[in-house]
């Protein structure tokens, strides 16, 4: 079967391009799509995008939660819910955070689907064509995609093992304000390469509070970890 995609116009061309906003020339091709493309092919065993191992999923298990939901609550679970999020899983959010020290009421969390359209409505209510957002470098990628599309200017600020060098935050800081643009900082703990010290999360966040920096902060697997190191099973670290 052939590889090649043949598309089909129906009616006179529009040409739509000349319809477009202007901040359309900017946009780019979705790296996360073109990762996941390349992830999903059989031949090769990923560990990034986040994609789950399917084989190691208990499917007969997951099978009976959601045969069980359909005949319990199906009334529900198929209809439009609110557009907040369910509100047992939004208090069940606000526990999770009191783990964090963050004592959050139920009607202020909004459930997202997914990081990406959280990262969209973080973008549409905060940021403005010109403005600056301060990343961890390495940044997840998904997030710097969608600065692009909210027409930001992205910084990449240096790590080292306890985080964010301080230094290096307040010369970019600097930098930036001394063209006069405003500034976000975005962190990104599912890119973190170790636990930063107490003393370094103090000193980061002392900054930023007198700075009055508006901070993005993704969790995504800050509670999951390895105790020891793992080893490719085929011997080749093909991993």
């Not at 990343?135 to 240096?158: C, N």
């Not at 643009?181 to 003393?199: G, L, N, P």
């Amino acid at each position: 079967m052939s590889d090649i995609s043949i598309r089909y116009q129906t009616g006179v061309s529009q040409n739509l391009e000349k319809r477009f906003a202007h901040r359309a020339a900017g946009m780019l091709p979705s790296e996360i799509r073109s990762l996941f493309a390349v992830a999903s092919r059989p031949e090769i065993v990923s560990l990034a995008g986040g994609m789950p191992n399917l084989s190691a999923l208990p499917m007969e298990m997951m099978a009976g939660v959601v045969n069980e939901l359909i005949l319990n609550n199906g009334s529900e679970a198929l209809q439009y819910g609110s557009g907040q999020g369910h509100p047992k899983l939004r208090q069940q959010i606000c526990d999770v955070m009191a783990l964090e020290g963050i004592r959050a009421n139920a009607d202020d969390v909004v459930i997202t689907t997914g990081s990406q359209q959280a990262l969209d409505l973080i973008s549409r209510i905060f940021i403005d064509p010109g403005d600056v957002v301060l990343v961890e470098a390495p940044s997840y990628v998904g997030a710097l995609g969608t600065f692009r599309q909210y027409e930001a200017s992205v910084v990449h600020v240096e790590m080292d093992n306890d985080g964010l060098i301080p230094d290096s935050l307040r010369a970019a800081i600097k930098s930036v304000r001394a063209i006069g643009r405003k500034m976000e900082r975005q962190r990104d703990h599912a890119h973190d390469v170790a636990v930063a010290s107490q003393a370094a999360i103090d000193t980061m966040q002392a900054l930023i509070a007198r700075l009055d920096l508006q901070e993005d902060e993704s969790l995504t697997f800050s509670d999951l970890g390895l105790s020891d190191p793992v080893e490719a099973e085929d011997g080749n670290n093909a991993i």
